[in-house]
């Protein structure tokens, strides 16, 4: 797993994996290569991308302008979560949980890389099932997608965030 961290246009990019590809034809042997990329702002936008060809800076190139194409907004209050999420990718799953100020990013891998890259700084993650780089990548965007913040549940419902806190 190879990790690059570049700021071009204050976007952080991150290649996760990057993996040579062997096609068998008449002659011998054809290498392309396929990059997966993250892409994020540090400030709550983040996308990913993969990027195809027969060079290893022209496949992350490709990564790069997928992702960039591909940036969603997360929702996060202060450097942690707003509540406990699970995302699922195949047979990937990621578990998230909030994290008091100070305590760090405690995850490992490609989720690590997408949770430096929103700007997230404090937040236990545990991978559960699959260990594939591309699973682990679609379960963590699948969990960061369903992140709601309170502000946004009461707004949704057309009530006040008193209203909600009076109700608990």
Do not use: W
């Amino acid at each position: 797993m190879a990790e690059k961290v570049t700021e071009k246009n204050e976007l952080i990019e991150k290649v996760i994996r990057v993996n040579r590809v062997a096609k068998v034809v008449k002659g011998g042997r054809r290498f392309s290569f396929s990059a997966l990329v993250v892409v994020g702002d540090g400030k709550g936008k983040v996308g990913y991308g993969m990027g195809k060809a027969g060079e290893v800076t022209e496949a992350i190139r490709k990564g790069i302008s997928r992702a960039t194409k591909a940036m969603e907004p997360v929702s996060f209050t202060g450097t942690t979560i707003p509540h406990n999420v699970i995302g699922h990718s195949g047979a990937g799953k990621v578990y998230m949980r909030p994290a008091k100020k100070g305590h760090g990013v405690i995850a490992a891998g490609p989720v690590r890389s997408i949770l430096e890259a929103t700007g997230i700084h404090d937040i236990s993650v545990k991978c559960l099932g699959s260990r594939n780089p591309h699973n682990l990548v679609r379960a963590t965007f699948d969990a960061l997608i369903q992140l709601q913040t309170f502000e946004k549940i009461a707004e949704r419902r057309g009530k006040t965030t008193e209203y909600l806190n009076a109700s608990n």
